[in-house]
C-alpha cells in the first residue's frame, strides 16, 4: 500500500526566512514518482515538480529546491526566503505503476511581513 | 493555468438535489481524474477515466457517477446530496492511461456547498 505522510500540520515564519516542508513516503514498488503541489488561498492545486524513484539528484528551482532520499524514503521541500505570496497548503503525493495518486494530508505554510 | 477548465467554480444547493460538474482537460490529455477535497478527508480520489472508459474507482459513493464523452470532456454527476457532500470538487487529467509516468495536472476546482 501507499502512503505519504506530512507531519508537520502547519509552519508559520516570518519573510525571509528559510523553511522546508517533510514528506516521507511509503511504497513497496521499485518504481514510483513523487510530486508536490501547491494550494494557495484561492484554492487551485498547481503542480511544483515530479521526481522518478531512479533519480535522486536534488532539484533547485529559483527560491525551490527538492530534496530527495530513498534511503530515508523523504522528498523534502525548502523555500528559500519566503516570501508572503508562499503562503498556502503544500502537498506531497506518490503514485506506483497504474495506481492513483496518493496525496499527504498537507502542511499549510504561513508567511508572515 | 493548467489548462484544465472546469465549471461551474462555485455551486450551491439543497440537500436532495442533483448536481453536475463539468471538466474539460488539457489538450491532448486521454485521462481524466475526479477528487474531493474535504475539510475531514483530505483530497480522496474518486475516479478515473481513460478514453472514455472507466479506469480506476476509489472512494466514490453510490450516489456519484461519472463518465467521459467522445469529446473526452468529463461531467460528475452528484445526486441525492448531503450536507457532508459539501466540498472542493478537483478535475485532473494526464496524457495517458498509465498516469505514473505522467504530471498529473489539476483544474481550479469546483466548489460544492450542500445547505
Known amino acids: 500500500a501507499q502512503k505519504v505522510t506530512q507531519a508537520q500540520t502547519e509552519i508559520s515564519v516570518v519573510e525571509k526566512e528559510d523553511v522546508t516542508l517533510d514528506c516521507v513516503y511509503e511504497t513497496r514498488d521499485t518504481t514510483y514518482y513523487l510530486f508536490w503541489y501547491k494550494q494557495p488561498p484561492s484554492g487551485e492545486l498547481v503542480f511544483l515538480i515530479r521526481r522518478n524513484s531512479f533519480d535522486e539528484q536534488n532539484e533547485i528551482s529559483g527560491r525551490y529546491s527538492w530534496n530527495f532520499q530513498k534511503s530515508t524514503s523523504s522528498f523534502n521541500f525548502t523555500i528559500t526566503a519566503s516570501q508572503v505570496v508562499d503562503s498556502a497548503v503544500y502537498f506531497c503525493a506518490l503514485i506506483t505503476g497504474f495506481q492513483k495518486l496518493v496525496f499527504g494530508t498537507g502542511t499549510r505554510l504561513l508567511v508572515s511581513p | 493555468d493548467s489548462g484544465v477548465t472546469q465549471t461551474p467554480k462555485h455551486l450551491i444547493t439543497a440537500t436532495g438535489q442533483r448536481v453536475t460538474l463539468r471538466c474539460s482537460p488539457r489538450s491532448g490529455d486521454l485521462s481524466v481524474y475526479w477528487y474531493q477535497q474535504s475539510l475531514d478527508q483530505g483530497l480522496q480520489f474518486l475516479i478515473q477515466?481513460?478514453?472514455?472508459?472507466?479506469?480506476a474507482k476509489g472512494n466514490i459513493l453510490e450516489r456519484f457517477s461519472a463518465q467521459q464523452f467522445p469529446d473526452l470532456h468529463s461531467e460528475l454527476n452528484l445526486s441525492s446530496l448531503e450536507l457532508g457532500d459539501s466540498a472542493l470538487y478537483f478535475c485532473?487529467?494526464?496524457?495517458?492511461?498509465?498516469?505514473?509516468?505522467?504530471?498529473?495536472?489539476f483544474g481550479e476546482g469546483s466548489w460544492l456547498t450542500v445547505v
Open positions: 477515466y481513460y478514453n472514455g472508459e472507466e479506469r
Open positions: 485532473a487529467s494526464s496524457p495517458e492511461r498509465g498516469s505514473s509516468g505522467n504530471t498529473i495536472y
